[in-house]
Each structure stands twice: as structure tokens, then as C-alpha cells.
């Protein structure tokens, strides 16, 4: 699977949209990209996927450059229950590839 | 609601003797995880099962085993816990496409 490279830690205000990038330089043409978050003491959550295409759901969307090199997952109204740690994975959901590799993530407070 | 089930939530145990950790899912998925997470780290994938057939990732210490007995539930048994053992055990599933994993809250255990 690709390796992901994502900033440490990012600030957002409140009600602003939280963007947050991840670079997957290495990315093949089978991979997804995958993002989860982990709330402080919890387990990590599914937030999102996509392959080439820009994606929406109920809680963010996903932005995937035309190169596919890079994406940015948007929350587009941030919430204090926004903070967590945000996981970018990039994953060939092939049969008989069932792992995802976490990688150090972002850390993502959301300021009053 | 409960889909993946985690008891107990906190664990505490002496060093060295036997502790069992266990899962339990109301998904029906035919995959189940478990991942260790230290303090500060992301989780990190020690083993997993497809249906019955176990798979071990090659780095996880021999001091771990697990055991699936039915569908719905899943064992993580620490032989021997040693103080490096400590951590957050956190169990997944996952049911084929679109390969998404639903945690659950995780065992937070502590040795003594």
C-alpha cells in the first residue's frame, strides 16, 4: 500500500470549513483513498472514500487531485466535536487485502 | 445501536498473568481485527480473521493469541502481559466492499 504524508496538527475556528491535505505520491491505480478519525478514547470512525472522482456524504467530501498525488478531505462546517486525530489511508480493497496501515495522522482542534 | 461490542472497557491486570479481552459484533461481518494502539501512537494491526481462517501479522510478539469462535465473537488472550503491553485494544470488522471498518470503543488495559 502507498505511504501517506499529513501535517501533524492544524487549528480551525468554529463554523469554519476545516481542510485538511494528505499527499500520496506513490499512489497506484487500484489504490483508494481512504480517510478515518479518531475521537480522544474512542475507537476510529470511517468518514469517507474515493478513487479519482470528488466525493460527498453526509459528514465531509473528498477532494482528489487529477494526478491523484494528493487530496483534501473537507469538513465543510466545523463543529467541537470535530477535534480528533484524522487518518489518511491509501488501500487496495482487492480481494485478500483486508489491512489498513495507519499512519501518524493530523490532529485537527477546533478553537471556539 | 451497538455494533462492535468491547468488554470490559478498562482491563487492569498484574504482570505476567493471563488476561483475556473480548469482542463482539452484532454486524454479522465476516472479518474481524484487532489492533493494539500505545499512548501517543497510531493502532497498529495484530492480527485478523476472514470467516475462520486467522491471520497473523509478522511482527505481533508470540505472547499474543486469539481465537474466533462464532461469527459474532472474537478473543484477544495475552499469555504473559508485560509492562510494554499496556495500551488501547481496539477490535474492528468489516463485511467485503466498500471495505470500510466499524470500531469498537476499545479495551483500555493496564499492568501492574
Known amino acids: 500500500d502507498a505511504k501517506t504524508t499529513q501535517p501533524p496538527s492544524m487549528d480551525c475556528a468554529e463554523g469554519r470549513a476545516a481542510n485538511l491535505p494528505c499527499n500520496h505520491s506513490?499512489?497506484?491505480?487500484?489504490?483508494?483513498v481512504y480517510w478515518y478519525r479518531q475521537i480522544h478514547s474512542q475507537g476510529p470512525q470511517y468518514i469517507i472514500h474515493?478513487?479519482?472522482n470528488n466525493e460527498t456524504n453526509e459528514m465531509a467530501s473528498l477532494i482528489i487531485t487529477e494526478d491523484r498525488k494528493s487530496s483534501t478531505l473537507i469538513l465543510p462546517h466545523a463543529t467541537l466535536r470535530d477535534t480528533a486525530v484524522y487518518y489518511c489511508?491509501?488501500?487496495?480493497?482487492?480481494?485478500?487485502?483486508?489491512?489498513?496501515?495507519f499512519g501518524t495522522g493530523t490532529r485537527l482542534t477546533i478553537i471556539p | 445501536d451497538a455494533m462492535v461490542i468491547q468488554n470490559p472497557r478498562y482491563q487492569v491486570t498484574q504482570f505476567g498473568k493471563p488476561v483475556t479481552l473480548s469482542c463482539s459484533q452484532t454486524?454479522?461481518?465476516?472479518?474481524m481485527y484487532w489492533y493494539q494502539q500505545k499512548s501517543s501512537q497510531a493502532p497498529k494491526l495484530l492480527f485478523h480473521y476472514y470467516d475462520k481462517d486467522f491471520n497473523n501479522e509478522a511482527d505481533t510478539p508470540d505472547n499474543f493469541q486469539s481465537r474466533r469462535p462464532n461469527t459474532s465473537f472474537c478473543f484477544l488472550d495475552i499469555r504473559s502481559p508485560g509492562l510494554g503491553d499496556a495500551a488501547m485494544y481496539l477490535c474492528a470488522t468489516k463485511q467485503g466492499w466498500p471495505d470500510t471498518q466499524y470500531f469498537g470503543p476499545g479495551t483500555r488495559l493496564t499492568v501492574l
Open positions: 474515493g478513487l479519482k
Open positions: 506513490t499512489i497506484s491505480g487500484n489504490e483508494y
Open positions: 489511508i491509501v488501500l487496495d480493497p482487492n480481494f485478500g487485502n483486508e489491512k489498513l496501515t
Open positions: 454486524l454479522n461481518h465476516n472479518v
